[in-house]
């Protein structure tokens, strides 16, 4: 893991960097005290977790850090970043679709709960229909508040990724 003080350097640099780029607006934390401050407060919490591993602490410490040292983004930015995330999801979900298919022909009734959440999660992602289910499953899965949801939001049987 590394120290403490590596992570002040990364944002002294970081801030170094944006001062003179002229966009010290897109630091999150404004003060080196409070970058200190936060980054003690991460790794306190962090070792109070009893219920995580040493891998999984320090992935979690990793991650927090990386947010407490990520730039503001401007609103157009954000929009742009936005499209792209978007996009890249909708491509995951098609190249997806073929091995969603599979599972869901091993699922059977009675429904079980993770079943019911990969169903309605594949129907949001217009990665199946819900016409795409067996009678039993639609059945079974029509007794679902997933179910109501997806109806109530025009979801149900829209066309698929790969129909589009």
């Not at 040292?69 to 997806?96: F, R």
Request: aromatic share 10%.
């Amino acid at each position: 893991m590394k120290l403490r003080n590596h992570y002040i350097e990364k944002y002294r640099e970081q801030k170094k960097e944006l001062e003179a780029t002229g966009e010290l607006w897109r630091i999150c934390v404004e003060s080196e005290e409070e970058f200190i401050e936060k980054l003690d407060d991460i790794f306190i919490e962090t070792l109070m977790f009893d219920f995580i591993n040493d891998f999984q602490r320090e992935n979690t410490i990793k991650g927090k850090i990386h947010v407490l040292l990520q730039k503001k983004l401007s609103k157009e930015e954000w929009k742009e970043e936005i499209k792209l995330n978007e996009k890249e999801t909708e491509i995951a979900d098609k190249e997806a679709i073929p091995v969603v298919r599979e599972i869901l022909k091993t699922i059977t009734t009675p429904l079980e709960w993770e079943n019911i959440v990969k169903i309605s999660k594949w129907i949001w992602r217009k990665q199946i229909k819900f016409d795409d289910l067996n009678h039993d499953l639609q059945n079974e899965f029509k007794k679902t508040s997933h179910y109501e949801r997806l109806k109530r939001e025009n979801k149900l049987n829209r066309k698929t990724l790969d129909e589009e």
